[in-house]
């Protein structure tokens, strides 16, 4: 016999009494581990009360952060990726396609609108990397164009936020052609003298480095963003050699004059909301 018996009604509680926590209240930071309530990270841009680490989110999150009242009209929203190589490898790819749009809510790996920031008209196309990896294929590239166009059109600033890690290789030449399609646009919204805004969030990495992310008129950056082209782990097995310390973050890269500055998202939409007032004056 146990040396100690609870008699108390309510110590000894069944499984289906348990209360649980609803899903989505609480939050982990990646870097600190400490538990974060998701109502106050919401209200804090989703960076860390503790330790000031910017939480991935996509592109729901940036267009609640960014437009004024979280109003938009998004734009070519019915977009979906076909399979013009018949790719399989461990499943077709139209099945992981359906699925990832299952799980995310979302069409393809991004998405766009048109809003205002502190009262000034803007483009958003922003990436989400929960859908295959925020991995670019031809619905990337053909909203990241279409998005350009509207821009001409209606003479409105453009911003890209990219995350990705890369081109998606499902779609093989056809992702790649991405690279050249939506450069050759941005050298008409060039042409065009409208400004264009490329902020690289974590990760930025591949053919998105490589192409779009980085021929902003002004290039920015959230603080401790992975940026690259290939990941640290590749360049270290090919070069032998240990990399610099904090090699491939948003800092290493501002350093050595690839950015023009790095932006705190708490603070991003007040400088976003100057820069735009600065350009249209």
């Given at each position: 016999?146990?040396?100690?018996?609870?008699?108390?009604?309510?110590?000894?509680?069944?499984?289906?009494?348990?209360?649980?926590?609803?899903?989505?209240?609480?939050?982990?930071?990646?870097?600190?581990?400490?538990?974060?309530?998701?109502?106050?990270?919401?209200?804090?841009?989703?960076?860390?009360?503790?330790?000031?680490?910017?939480?991935?989110?996509?592109?729901?999150?940036?267009?609640?952060?960014?437009?004024?009242?979280?109003?938009?009209?998004?734009?070519?929203?019915?977009?979906?990726?076909?399979?013009?190589?018949?790719?399989?490898?461990?499943?077709?790819?139209?099945?992981?396609?359906?699925?990832?749009?299952?799980?995310?809510?979302?069409?393809?790996?991004?998405?766009?609108?048109?809003?205002?920031?502190?009262?000034?008209?803007?483009?958003?196309?922003?990436?989400?990397?929960?859908?295959?990896?925020?991995?670019?294929?031809?619905?990337?590239?053909?909203?990241?164009?279409r998005s350009i166009d509207y821009?001409?059109?209606?003479?409105?600033?453009?911003?890209?936020?990219?995350?990705?890690?890369?081109?998606?290789?499902?779609?093989?030449?056809?992702?790649?052609?991405?690279?050249?399609?939506?450069?050759?646009?941005?050298?008409?919204?060039?042409?065009?003298?409208?400004?264009?805004?490329?902020?690289?969030?974590?990760?930025?990495?591949?053919?998105?480095?490589?192409?779009?992310?980085?021929?902003?008129?002004?290039?920015?950056?959230?603080?401790?963003?992975?940026?690259?082209?290939?990941?640290?782990?590749?360049?270290?097995?090919?070069?032998?050699?240990?990399?610099?310390?904090?090699?491939?973050?948003?800092?290493?890269?501002?350093?050595?004059?690839?950015?023009?500055?790095?932006?705190?998202?708490?603070?991003?939409?007040?400088?976003?909301?100057?820069f735009l007032k600065m350009m249209?004056?």
């Amino acid at each position: 016999m146990a040396w100690f018996k609870r008699e108390n009604k309510g110590i000894i509680t069944t499984t289906e009494e348990k209360k649980e926590a609803p899903d989505g209240l609480w939050n982990k930071c990646p870097n600190c581990k400490k538990p974060l309530h998701q109502a106050e990270l919401q209200e804090n841009k989703y960076v860390c009360h503790y330790c000031n680490f910017h939480l991935r989110v996509g592109s729901k999150e940036y267009f609640e952060v960014l437009f004024d009242n979280n109003e938009f009209t998004e734009l070519f929203a019915n977009l979906t990726s076909g399979d013009p190589l018949n790719f399989n490898d461990n499943k077709p790819y139209t099945q992981r396609i359906i699925e990832s749009q299952a799980k995310t809510g979302l069409k393809d790996a991004i998405r766009a609108g048109v809003g205002k920031i502190e009262g000034q008209d803007l483009v958003i196309a922003c990436m989400d990397f929960a859908f295959i990896g925020g991995s670019m294929g031809s619905v990337v590239g053909e909203k990241i164009a279409r998005s350009i166009d509207y821009s001409i059109k209606h003479k409105i600033p453009f911003l890209m936020i990219s995350k990705s890690g890369g081109a998606r290789m499902m779609e093989a030449a056809f992702s790649l052609m991405q690279m050249a399609k939506t450069s050759a646009k941005l050298a008409l919204l060039s042409q065009a003298k409208i400004p264009y805004i490329s902020l690289l969030t974590d990760p930025t990495t591949g053919g998105v480095t490589a192409s779009y992310a980085m021929l902003g008129d002004i290039n920015i950056a959230e603080p401790e963003a992975l940026i690259g082209f290939a990941g640290p782990r590749v360049i270290k097995e090919t070069i032998k050699k240990d990399l610099p310390k904090g090699f491939q973050t948003s800092e290493f890269v501002l350093e050595h004059g690839f950015l023009d500055f790095i932006v705190d998202r708490r603070a991003m939409k007040a400088k976003l909301g100057s820069f735009l007032k600065m350009m249209n004056n």
